[in-house]
């Protein structure tokens, strides 16, 4: 069998008799993109629309729309529908609170299959309006399958309230205390299973960086005698034990630690740094040497807040410049710099994100003073991105928050036609 596209349809030609088996045109199935077969009795066809029918060799059949389907018990799929009107819907469950008496028909911005899918799906009809803003962020992402997005309002939602840690899978998101804990059970269990030399060289430059020499000088004196390192290990022993206070110890061991560094021995050189409690100076080292992990390692379990915080502002304007935006986010929020973490999302366009983390930050009461620029300028842009949605009543409530802008904005020609409009949201 041959399946051949034309401009007005489709044919399927038996080559053995010559002769056309059966056929379509473009007005039953819309105007067809692409064709190919499913299998030996599937062929398959695209159309203009993006909708993929699986048919039979007489072309007589074909799966129908789900918006098209009367079903006993709606599904949620947010994937398959279209994706103005999910995001449409996405935006307006969100924003439930805002309505006293919660109208639960399906507004004229989603079709009735959509809202009826998902409060089936939800399963909270009088309840969900209840919920925080941020919580109903953290059901609609998850509902969408948004995993950035989850994993975004989880880390926001520890850091508004800290009602439950983190866990471990957030590494270097978490809050420095819980991540000292981690990298402590770690550096146990790495000890517990260490089989050659370097593993043991690991264990004791992890430990000297936690500010730790008992168990380095230990670890250094198991070094066996006919060992090619047993001279080197046991001064590295002495040294590490006889450490002292003195001004002339410290300044020597700071000009030892240079030349090291200065010479292509750069965690050599770290780890006199922290032995003399000059951490954030070896942070420095690194950061220079391009050791961001090692960097941020030591800044997390070594430094003090005001120290740790200007490392991590350093790391995430680096982190945003070379694209890894979402991890620099995440620790902008990691920092209670929600300001910082709207700034980028609004540089990166990702003002459905961006607006709702501002409005959990407000409804939490941790919004800095400091950030009322940025605040109206992620609203103004959320509002003209409703508008292109023609959700004109959530996007009038964001011009009144915008300050002078989103003013200017809710008077605009573009709101006032569109307030006209029969088909808005409301």
């Given amino acids: 069998l041959l399946l051949v596209m034309f401009n007005d349809g489709v044919e399927i030609w038996d080559c053995a008799e010559s002769e056309v088996l059966s056929s379509i045109k473009s007005s039953k199935i819309g105007e067809v993109v692409d064709v190919d077969w499913g299998s030996s009795d599937r062929p398959v066809i695209v159309n203009e629309s993006g909708a993929v029918h699986i048919m ?6 074909a799966p129908n729309p789900v918006t098209a389907l009367s079903l006993h018990t709606p599904i949620w799929l947010p994937f398959i529908y279209n994706q103005k009107e999910m995001m449409n819907f996405k935006i307006y469950v969100q924003h439930m609170g805002w309505q006293e008496n919660w109208d639960m028909s399906s507004p004229k911005c989603c079709t009735p299959v959509i809202w009826e899918a998902m409060l089936h799906t939800l399963k909270l009809r009088n309840k969900f309006s209840t919920l925080s803003f941020l919580e109903r962020c953290l059901v609609t992402a998850a509902l969408y399958g948004d995993v950035v997005e989850w994993r975004l309002w989880q880390v926001l939602a520890y850091y508004l309230d800290q009602s439950s840690p983190l866990s471990s899978a957030f590494d270097i998101v978490q809050d420095n205390t819980s991540y000292l804990n981690n990298q402590v059970q770690n550096l146990s269990v790495q000890e517990k299973c260490r089989s050659n030399y370097s593993h043991r060289q690991h264990s004791i430059h992890r430990h000297i960086l936690l500010g730790n020499t008992d168990k380095p000088v230990q670890l250094l004196l198991e070094v066996e005698q006919d060992s090619p390192h047993f001279y080197r290990d046991c001064l590295r022993a002495s040294l590490i034990s006889s450490v002292s206070d003195s001004e002339v110890a410290q300044s020597t061991i700071k000009l030892v630690a240079t030349n090291l560094i ?30 961001y992990n090692e960097a941020i390692w030591l800044a997390k379990v070594a430094l003090s807040k005001d120290e740790y915080y200007e490392v991590m502002k350093y790391y995430i304007d680096l982190l945003v410049n070379k694209g890894s935006r979402h991890l620099g986010i995440l620790l902008a929020i990691s920092l209670s710099a929600f300001d910082k973490a709207a700034e980028i999302l609004l540089a990166t366009k990702l003002v459905t994100i961006a607006a709702p983390l501002v409005e959990s930050c407000i409804e939490a009461g941790k919004w800095p003073e400091s950030g009322t620029e940025i605040k109206h300028r992620v609203f103004v842009e959320y509002a003209k991105y ?41």
């Fill in 386 to 426: 409703l508008v292109s949605l023609n959700n004109i009543e959530i996007a009038l409530k964001y011009c009144e928050k915008g300050g002078e802008k989103g003013k200017q904005l809710g008077k605009s020609s573009a709101f006032v036609h569109n307030e006209r409009d029969e088909g808005r949201c409301v």
């Fill in 56 to 61: 039979d060799v007489n072309l007589d059949t």
């Fill in 262 to 291: 200065a010479n292509d021995h750069l965690l050599e050189g770290c780890q006199l740094l922290c032995l003399i409690k000059k951490a954030v100076d070896a942070c420095r080292y690194m950061q220079n040497f391009h050791q």
